[in-house]
Nanobody
Framework: VQLVESGGGLVQGGGSLRLSCAASGSIFSINAMGWYRQAPGKQRELVATITSGGITNYANSVKGRFTISRDNAKNTVYLQMNSLKPEDTAVYYC??????????????WGQGTQVTVSS
């Protein structure tokens, strides 16, 4: 099983980016999916999560600016980031609680994608 992120990059403050994360491999089912981020010298923190039924949860710092969504048919989760601020600069990681055939639910992580917001 692999999670592959894309869509990071450099953007000016106030701009937008859309991150994608596709899960591939031998997958039986996917429960929650989410995005986390880690800035230099800081701990990894939750950005947003979404259940298989579409229930979302956001960190207070991104509410109203970021939107998480998913396409269950494509095993893909998205993060639309608007009104970006320099403090949003971080490596963004996606994760998924999923079950491969004949196994229990495990949490998988992507390799991370860099988002840099200039002031």
């Amino acid at each position: 099983v692999q999670l592959v992120e894309s869509g990071g990059g450099l953007v000016q403050g106030g701009g937008s980016l859309r991150l994608s994360c596709a899960a591939s491999g031998s997958i039986f089912s996917i429960n929650a999916m989410g995005w986390y981020r880690q800035a230099p010298g800081k701990q990894r923190e939750l950005v947003a999560t979404i259940t298989s039924g579409g229930i979302t949860n956001y960190a207070n710092s991104v509410k109203g600016r970021f939107t998480i969504s998913r396409d269950n048919a494509k095993n893909t989760v998205y993060l639309q980031m608007n009104s970006l601020k320099p403090e949003d600069t971080a490596v963004y990681y996606c994760n998924a609680d999923l079950r491969a055939p004949s196994t229990v639910v495990l949490t998988y992580w992507g390799q991370g994608t860099q988002v840099t917001v200039s002031s």
